[in-house]
């Protein structure tokens, strides 16, 4: 569609018509596109002013088009103000409150866009002082005005609190918002009585209660407590008009109350109010309503929260209230508002512990003991005769998964308050129980496990408190242990049971008489035939073997044969798991017998490593996929068997993987452009260099070349993430000498060649995650060897690679490269930005003005890259760091820093931002700049660029950045 631009006011309004009617009827996809970007762009344009007021005060267009027209006002207030001469404001807001006055009894959207309308140009308006007053007057005090009122004095805070759309200094904005809110409250407070007053203080509108909830930040909960408000907001919640808006305000009130101390006048009015309303619970309950039963339970909860510090301090008083928060958790029987109150134990938990609160603690102790009831009951699957317990809603099933570890981490609570022997106890009462009444049934129903669900619910919740019990437990413990494994075959029943014994491994280590009969019920589960079953014996396998290890010494032989005959049949989080366990046992043997046990366990996986890279074709990815995951199988035994070797004795490590390392450089070679097979011989080096650090320098030169020649050919991030832990793990001088040190440097100069190569045929855009992991690299290059980098001839195509990639608009490459120009230009200051740099306490001369040299050259371009990246393409994540690097030039150039912004925003396109602002905008730089305010600078860079981003920039919109910016494309001769 033709643009707005040159047309009469008629021919632009029919356009703007006929594209709102393209958007409502029928019309094919593009059409639709053509017609947003057309409506997209007038709603931009000065005729838009115009057209939004001439559609609300015509009485022949649609209400589609007059809320559109609404819309449009508001986002030329918030944005576009400044096509306006200030002196016509006046007559601007003079005219909206007449469209308000106009619409009081019209469509309710379009008088919420002429409120916030209203709102936007009285925050911006710095003239306009009397603007309640005036609002008053123009709206009048009868019934249909009041409500209209209502709403502009709700959207009013809002509003404000919203300030950083416009463009405001701090200054402005934060007298603005004392002039409009402060400053206004108790007129506000005032208003709202007699609303109420004159309609009625038992019978509370919503408008009224919503109103009250927004203003609460401003307005004194003190002063609320003196007036009916408060008699309203309370009969609001005895209601259903206004029910759902109360309990909003007086959730707002509580919160409001947190500063006990102060607020005691305020707690002692509301507090009886809400108790009075503890029958609800019943009401809600019994009625089955959903809504108001949430509504009242987080009424509780919040004012729980709240008063929390209270609670503790004043158990007689503040009793009641606990107890009716564990009354909606008990009557919760479809779970639907449980959650809300798990917050609340927590906070109170957190009092009841310290020493200070015992006498609370023992006051709450049968709270907190019928509340591990409340939570085993509430753990119980459901009932049901079909296989699915859920018949199919995997979203209530995730839920409730969810659900249970939120309620475990409330048993956790009560463990703490109660003390874990009683809680654990009280499971174990149940399980006992149940054992009881099925050692009295007939074979059959035996063989059924009828009501299951009565059982595995304590189950769960004796896992959930593990990590609660000490280890040194003796008198509920043994009892607990020796049942486990003489329960029924059940699914449900031994997944359960056997993550039990798995969460109490620390247990058994020092209590190894149970060991055996755990470790052969564990062992029998991978027999079970259950998927589930087996992956929970994997996983209890791992934890008894980190945990008790020492005593699996002896069985290394045992654990070998059983791990080779049941690996073949596991899935791969299982294989992984069982893994990680007999890794833990291998780590466990004493020093002289680790490399046999390497042996034992490794060279099995690196022959059918092997086997299976021979049987791999290039064509078959399937056999590929299951070559790499093989590999992780030895990266885990790198990153568990790393025992401390005393130092000058040879490590028997080190000797083991040296003929593990020729086994995957040959893989690697066969497989280099394979994704999987790149990142897991990648992350198997890294745990190497991780796990054995400097013992590694043996192998250091074969790693080194394999991970240059791999870059080189791949061109995979994996192989530069991994170069970066080379230099970390490298870096230190009081471990590493100065030959190391160097053959380092040539190494990540390699790296950093083969990286400049790639861009010469690569756009920066094609490859984010290998432009991620090249500045991660930088980065930790430039940290350990920062005179070398910044002295060299490699700094100059890093800052052009830097510049090439800030046109790339994901997050973690950005962040990547920000952050290494942050660092990098610290380098220009006196004091060295990091403490590893041990060489000298202060920069060097040298590197400091090769530093600022480069920001005297570079500087313009690179702050044109971010001020456009800001503006136009980064996200929001990246406002920080882009903010960092601007500030490390200011800080280095001030003068020439202000030049370079402002030539930045002369290439903006024309009308996208006034002289006044622009100037404004500069004025507020300079100023923070000779102050060294380095925060004001954060800021001003903020509320700007994301203004002329919200004022300039859609969704839509085909611009990424500003037009003469890009500069050239990287090139490098080297």
């Known amino acids: 569609m033709a643009t707005s631009s040159g047309l009469p006011p008629e021919q632009q309004f029919a356009q703007v018509l006929a594209a709102l009617g393209t958007m409502q009827g029928n019309q094919d996809r593009q059409a639709k596109h053509q017609a947003t970007e057309f409506l997209e762009q007038f709603q931009k344009s000065p005729e838009a002013w115009t057209f939004g007021h001439a559609v609300l005060q015509s009485e022949s267009i649609g209400v589609e088009a007059k809320l559109f027209a609404a819309s449009t006002l508001k986002g030329k207030i918030t944005y576009d103000l400044h096509q306006l001469p200030r002196e016509s404001l006046f007559s601007l807001r003079d005219s909206l409150i007449s469209l308000l006055v106009h619409y009081r009894t019209g469509a309710r959207p379009i008088r919420t866009q002429l409120c916030v309308c209203l709102a936007g140009l009285s925050l911006q308006m710095l003239e306009w002082r009397d603007v309640i007053d005036l609002v008053v007057q123009a709206l009048g005090t009868d019934a249909q005005s009041s409500v209209v009122l209502l709403e502009f004095l709700t959207v009013l805070p809002e509003e404000v609190m919203e300030g950083r759309k416009i463009t405001l200094s701090e200054d402005e904005l934060s007298?603005?918002?004392?002039?409009?809110?402060?400053?206004?409250?108790?007129?506000?407070?005032?208003?709202?009585?007699?609303?109420?007053?004159?309609?009625?203080?038992?019978?509370?509108?919503?408008?009224?209660?919503?109103?009250?909830?927004?203003?609460?930040?401003?307005?004194?909960?003190?002063?609320?407590?003196?007036?009916?408000?408060?008699?309203?907001?309370?009969?609001?919640?005895?209601?259903?008009?206004?029910?759902?808006?109360?309990?909003?305000?007086?959730?707002?009130?509580?919160?409001?109350?947190?500063?006990v101390d102060e607020s005691m006048e305020v707690i002692e009015a509301l507090y009886p109010r809400l108790i009075a309303l503890k029958p609800k619970v019943a009401e809600a309950v019994e009625a089955e309503d959903i809504d108001v039963y949430k509504g009242i339970t987080r009424l509780f909860a919040e004012a729980g929260e709240a008063w929390v510090v209270l609670i503790a301090r004043m158990p007689a008083q503040f009793r009641p209230l606990v107890e009716v928060i564990e009354d909606c958790a008990r009557k919760d029987t479809g779970r639907d508002v449980i959650s809300l109150t798990f917050n609340f134990w927590y906070d109170l938990k957190n009092y009841l512990v310290l020493e200070h609160y015992m006498e609370a603690r023992i006051h709450y102790a049968d709270l907190f003991s019928r509340l591990v009831d409340i939570m085993i009951a509430h753990l119980q699957?459901?009932?049901?005769?079909?296989?699915?317990?859920?018949?199919?809603?995997?979203?209530?099933?995730?839920?409730?998964?969810?659900?249970?570890?939120?309620?475990?981490?409330?048993?956790?609570?009560?463990?703490?308050?109660?003390?874990?022997?009683?809680?654990?106890?009280?499971?174990?009462?149940?399980?006992?129980?149940?054992?009881?009444?099925?050692?009295?049934?007939?074979?059959?129903?035996?063989?059924?496990?009828?009501?299951?669900?009565?059982?595995?619910?304590?189950?769960?919740?004796?896992?959930?408190?593990?990590?609660?019990?000490?280890?040194?437990?003796?008198?509920?413990?043994?009892?607990?242990?020796?049942?486990?494994?003489?329960?029924?075959?059940?699914?449900?029943?031994?997944?359960?049971?056997?993550?039990?014994?798995?969460r109490y491994t620390e247990w058994t280590a020092k209590h190894p008489e149970y060991l055996e009969p755990q470790m052969n019920y564990i062992i029998n589960g991978f027999q079970h035939g259950s998927k589930d079953v087996a992956q929970a014996a994997a996983m209890a396998l791992k934890f008894f073997c980190q945990d008790c290890g020492k005593l699996l010494v002896?069985?290394?032989?045992?654990?070998?044969?059983?791990?080779?005959?049941?690996?073949?049949?596991?899935?791969?989080?299982?294989?992984?798991?069982?893994?990680?366990?007999?890794?833990?046992?291998?780590?466990?043997?004493?020093?002289?017998?680790?490399?046999?046990?390497?042996?034992?366990?490794?060279?099995?996986?690196?022959?059918?490593?092997?086997?299976?890279?021979?049987?791999?074709?290039?064509?078959?990815?399937d056999k590929k996929c299951k070559l790499a995951d093989e590999i992780q199988l030895l990266t885990i035994f790198v990153q568990v068997v790393h025992p401390h070797v005393p130092k000058g004795q040879e490590n028997p490590m080190i000797r083991f993987w040296q003929s593990i390392v020729p086994v995957l450089s040959t893989i690697l070679d066969g497989f280099v452009d394979f994704l999987p097979i790149c990142e897991q011989v990648g992350r198997f080096f890294r745990s190497m260099l991780i796990s054995y650090r400097t013992a590694m320098l043996p192998l250091l030169p074969e790693v080194a070349l394999k991970l240059t020649t791999s870059f080189e050919k791949s061109h995979q991030g994996i192989f530069l993430w991994v170069s970066g832990t080379v230099i970390r793990e490298f870096g230190d001088e009081e471990f590493t000498d100065e030959a190391t040190r160097n053959s380092i440097c040539q190494f990540l100069e390699a790296q950093c060649l083969s990286m400049f190569r790639l861009l010469n045929n690569t756009p920066a855009k094609d490859i984010p995650d290998v432009i991620e992991d090249f500045f991660r690299f930088l980065a930790d290059g430039i940290m350990f060897h920062p005179a070398k980098i910044i002295m060299s001839s490699l700094l100059q195509p890093i800052i052009e690679a830097s510049l090439a990639a800030?046109?790339?608009?994901?997050?973690?490459?950005?962040?990547?490269?920000?952050?290494?120009?942050?660092?990098?230009?610290?380098?220009?200051?006196?004091?060295p930005p990091n403490s590893s740099y041990q060489d000298y306490r202060k920069t060097p001369i040298e590197v400091r003005n090769a530093v600022q040299a480069v920001a005297a050259s570079m500087g313009l371009r690179i702050t044109q890259r971010i001020l456009s990246g800001l503006m136009y393409s980064f996200p929001s994540d990246c406002v920080t760091d882009s903010s960092g690097v601007l500030l490390e030039l200011v800080e280095l150039c001030p003068l020439q820093m202000i030049?370079?912004?402002?030539?930045?925003?002369?290439?903006?396109?024309?009308?996208?931002?006034?002289?006044?602002?622009?100037?404004?905008?500069?004025?507020?730089?300079e100023a923070a700049a000779i102050n060294k305010d380095w925060n004001k600078i954060r800021y001003t860079l903020r509320d700007f660029t994301a203004w002329y981003r919200r004022k300039n920039v859609t969704p839509r919109s085909q611009l990424t950045g500003i037009a003469g910016t890009e500069g050239p494309k990287f090139r490098f001769g080297g």
């Open 175 to 259: 007298h603005r918002t004392q002039e409009l809110l402060t400053d206004n409250a108790s007129r506000v407070l005032q208003l709202l009585v007699q609303y109420a007053q004159v309609t009625g203080i038992d019978k509370p509108t919503p408008a009224l209660i919503t109103c009250l909830n927004s203003w609460l930040r401003e307005i004194n909960c003190a002063d609320v407590v003196k007036t009916p408000l408060v008699d309203s907001v309370f009969h609001a919640l005895r209601a259903d008009t206004a029910f759902d808006e109360a309990v909003d305000c007086a959730c707002t009130m509580f919160r409001e109350t947190r500063e």
């Open 899 to 925: 030049e370079w912004i402002k030539s930045t925003l002369e290439l903006l396109p024309p009308g996208s931002v006034s002289p006044a602002e622009a100037q404004k905008f500069l004025k507020g730089i």
């Open 806 to 831: 800030l046109d790339l608009q994901q997050t973690e490459p950005l962040l990547s490269v920000l952050q290494f120009l942050r660092d990098l230009l610290a380098y220009g200051r006196e004091d």
């Open 554 to 621: 002896g069985m290394i032989t045992q654990l070998h044969e059983f791990y080779e005959r049941v690996a073949p049949n596991l899935p791969l989080s299982s294989l992984y798991e069982i893994t990680d366990g007999v890794a833990h046992v291998v780590a466990s043997q004493p020093l002289e017998k680790v490399y046999d046990a390497l042996m034992l366990f490794c060279s099995p996986i690196a022959n059918r490593l092997m086997a299976k890279a021979n049987a791999a074709s290039d064509n078959d990815n």
């Open 381 to 502: 699957y459901p009932n049901g005769g079909s296989e699915d317990l859920f018949e199919g809603d995997r979203e209530h099933e995730e839920k409730f998964r969810e659900f249970r570890h939120a309620m475990g981490d409330v048993l956790k609570d009560c463990c703490e308050v109660i003390g874990s022997a009683d809680c654990l106890t009280k499971a174990f009462e149940i399980v006992k129980a149940w054992m009881e009444n099925y050692s009295k049934q007939s074979p059959e129903d035996r063989a059924k496990c009828h009501n299951w669900q009565k059982l595995e619910a304590p189950l769960f919740s004796l896992r959930a408190m593990g990590r609660m019990v000490p280890a040194e437990e003796e008198v509920i413990l043994p009892q607990i242990m020796s049942l486990l494994i003489q329960l029924p075959e059940h699914e449900k029943v031994r997944f359960a049971a056997t993550l039990v014994l798995g």
